[in-house]
């Protein structure tokens, strides 16, 4: 698991050598983590994939006071309903972001009931580019419609740095099986690729 801040885009969490049964609870581990070097106060959003983590993690941290914006998981039976909503419940809203190239998606925005979960904030997007819409759901019910989409869209440009880690630096190429190592590997991968980007970012403000 890789965590990145989407302001400054450095890494700034990673376990490298989980076990399957421990990969759901993976995202309460960070916020244990984040609260051990900034205090009790939990003010950031988390933003993830559905796959991630379970609903029973989700109510845990909307229970610790924690917000979150994640996809739900969407089935057959979702995508049909979607068909059933009318259209004066829909509102287009603007996407302000220089690289999204389709800004003005519709969206419907309301609360559902999840039976995992609970009741929660749902917001379906359609008109976004792809074939079938997009479902969001977030325990943060100030953040504005277009808020809540651009911070989710931030994490699939945060998936893309990611991927380029990955190649530039063979992350998934680790050189040894044995756990110790590959803790390394993955700290040395993370300080490279924080000095590659902000040198980069250095070397363009200087105009070089």
């Known amino acids: 698991m890789i965590a ?14 989980l076990l399957v049964k421990e990969a759901d609870a993976q995202v309460l581990e960070f916020v244990k983590f984040w609260r051990s070097i900034r205090g009790p106060s939990f003010r950031q959003t988390l933003v993830f994939d559905s796959k991630l983590t379970t609903y029973e993690n989700l109510k845990a941290l909307d229970a610790d006071g924690v917000k979150f914006i994640t996809l739900r998981r969407r089935g057959k039976n979702l995508v049909n309903d979607v068909e059933q909503i009318p259209a004066d419940e829909w509102k287009r809203v603007h996407i302000d972001s220089a690289r999204r190239k389709f800004k003005n998606p519709m969206v419907h925005d309301t609360k559902t009931h999840i039976r995992e979960y609970g009741e929660t904030r749902q917001l379906i997007m359609k008109g976004n580019g792809r074939e079938e819409p997009a ?42 099986p044995i756990l110790i190592k590959i803790q390394f590997d993955v700290v040395l991968t993370m300080i490279a690729d924080t000095l590659y980007y902000h040198g980069t970012a250095a070397s363009r403000v200087r105009g070089l």
Do not use: G, H, M, P
């Not at 969001?136 to 740095?161: G, H, P, Q, V």
């Open 4 to 17: 990145q801040d989407c302001d400054s885009k450095c890494q700034i969490y990673a376990d490298a050598d």
């Open 135 to 176: 479902f969001f759901i977030s325990n943060d019910d100030e953040a504005s419609t277009s808020d809540i989409i651009l911070r989710y869209a931030k994490r699939w440009r945060i998936e893309n740095s990611i991927e380029e880690a990955v190649s530039f630096f063979n992350l998934n190429a680790l050189s040894s």
